[in-house]
T-cell receptor, first 114, second 114 residues
Framework: GQQLNQSPQSMFIQEGEDVSMNCTSS?????WLWYKQDPGEGPVLLIA?????ELTSNGRLTAQFGITRKDSFLNISASIPSDVGIYFC??????????????FGQGTILTVHP | DGGITQSPKYLFRKEGQNVTLSCEQN?????MYWYRQDPGQGLRLIYY???????QKGDIAEGYSVSREKKESFPLTVTSAQKNPTAFYLC?????????????FGNGTRLTVT
């Protein structure tokens, strides 16, 4: 099946630092999504990307859909303590029986020290 | 408020017992999904349904069963055949209005089997 490699697995940073994480795939995706999950909660959508090369921002978050359609990155600028959590990338293929199904990366655990 | 409700939040069962996890949505979404989350791993798809009275196996369907008798409801039964059922289970839905509609997640049920 399709696989997503997300890195890094974990990050320990100081408040105010910038963060970067990425995902690479063995397959082409038509949609890339980035989610954040707080402990004991469900993932919440941060950014959705629909076109190769697309660069989208949501406040301090910026994500890009790679030109090859096999990768994506998420940047967080000027991190704050509430950025703590697990960040997941997810890729979605279109059409056929895979319509609407997501393939998830393993997650990046972010810890922010005040 | 519209959303996805999973119940209960925590569930404890003895080995050998079947258990059913509830998922209800009032978002009028067409498709519903069940994912399993284990520490250090991404979300893995168990079953999904794109229309009432129809569902498909995901990547790890063995030991699980589902039904979709109503658009709003997609219960998951963890059977005694599931060899390692202790995990965090997440239900999600999407409207499937267009290719790439992001999934909306519930807040999960943590199942512990001893």
């Amino acid at each position: 099946g399709q696989q997503l490699n997300q890195s890094p697995q974990s990050m320990f940073i100081q408040e105010g630092e910038d963060v970067s994480m990425n995902c690479t795939s063995s397959s082409i995706f038509n949609t890339w999504l980035w989610y954040k999950q707080d402990p004991g909660e469900g993932p919440v959508l941060l950014i959705a990307l629909y076109k190769a090369g697309e660069l989208t921002s949501n406040g301090r978050l910026t994500a890009q859909f790679g030109i090859t359609r096999k990768d994506s990155f998420l940047n967080i600028s000027a991190s704050i303590p509430s950025d703590v959590g697990i960040y997941f990338c997810a890729g979605q293929s279109a059409g056929g029986t895979s319509y609407g199904k997501l393939t998830f990366g393993q997650g990046t655990i972010l810890t922010v020290h005040p | 408020d519209g959303g996805i409700t999973q119940s209960p939040k925590y569930l404890f069962r003895k080995e050998g017992q079947n258990v059913t996890l509830s998922c209800e949505q009032n978002l009028n979404h067409d498709a519903m999904y069940w994912y399993r989350q284990d520490p250090g791993q991404g979300l893995r798809l168990i079953y999904y349904s794109q229309i009432v009275n129809d569902f498909q196996k995901g990547d790890i369907a063995e030991g699980y069963s589902v039904s979709r008798e109503k658009k709003e409801s997609f219960p998951l039964t963890v059977t005694s055949a599931q060899k390692n059922p202790t995990a965090f289970y997440l239900c999600a839905s999407t409207p499937l209005e267009h290719s790439g509609s992001p999934l909306h997640f519930g807040n999960g049920t943590r199942l512990t089997v001893t």
